[in-house]
């Protein structure tokens, strides 16, 4: 099995992980949008919440259908609608009551970029895979690995972005929205973490034999 990332730091995580584990794994660091395959053609292709950042997608869904044996599979999860994704979206929510908040462009490279999962059945139809279906999956999950109210915000606030504009905000300002997210976070507490609703499209598809 082989990885790739664009982020050194996590190819270095995900090599640790994998020096725990039995079997052949390597993990490259590598743009998937015009890298070559590792090694020749695959039977499966995954990724599990990466495929939403590519500059240029058609390029890169082009090039991972060129990675494919014929009749090999794709499997590929991205994030469903915003507002189906509260665990996501809480933080943009409790800052916005407090500042002004750039409205997302949902063309550009980000979580929701196939949301509504027809635009990514488009681009994969062009680069030529095909059985293409979208299946859902709803669930809750535990926000920083389950975590109470005030470690999830401190997870929010270092894992999302608009974690950056805060930064530049001042002392107050910062207060006011951990005490709205805190809040947040909190009417979604079971046993002593934060668990929010999820939801995910799941994408499959095949390149034709």
């Known amino acids: 099995m082989h990885g790739l990332d664009i982020s050194p730091a996590l190819v270095d995580k995900a090599r640790t992980r994998a020096a725990a584990e039995t079997g052949d794994i390597a993990i490259h660091i590598a743009n998937a949008q015009n890298a070559a395959a590792p090694a020749g053609s695959y039977d499966r292709l995954f990724s599990r919440f990466g495929i939403m950042f590519f500059d240029d997608p058609e390029a890169a869904f082009s090039n991972l259908a060129s990675w494919l044996a014929p009749g090999g599979r794709i499997a590929f999860a991205v994030w469903g609608p915003p507002r189906q994704n509260p665990w996501m979206t809480s933080l943009r929510d409790a800052v916005a009551e407090v500042m002004d908040v750039p409205k997302p ?4 490279p980000g979580p929701f970029r196939y949301a509504g999962g027809e635009k990514l059945l488009g681009i994969l139809k062009a680069a030529g895979l095909g ?9 809750t999950i535990p926000l920083g690995g389950g975590v109470p109210p005030e470690a999830a915000v401190d997870f929010a606030l270092s894992a999302f972005s608009l974690g950056d504009l805060l930064a530049e905000a001042d002392a107050a300002v910062n207060a006011d929205v951990r005490q709205r997210l805190t809040q947040r976070y909190a009417q979604h507490e079971r046993d002593g973490a934060v668990h929010m609703d999820a939801h995910v499209h799941i994408v499959t598809g095949v390149r034709p034999a």
């Open 105 to 108: 462009d949902p063309d550009a």
């Open 131 to 139: 059985d293409l279906e979208v299946r859902d999956w709803r669930g």
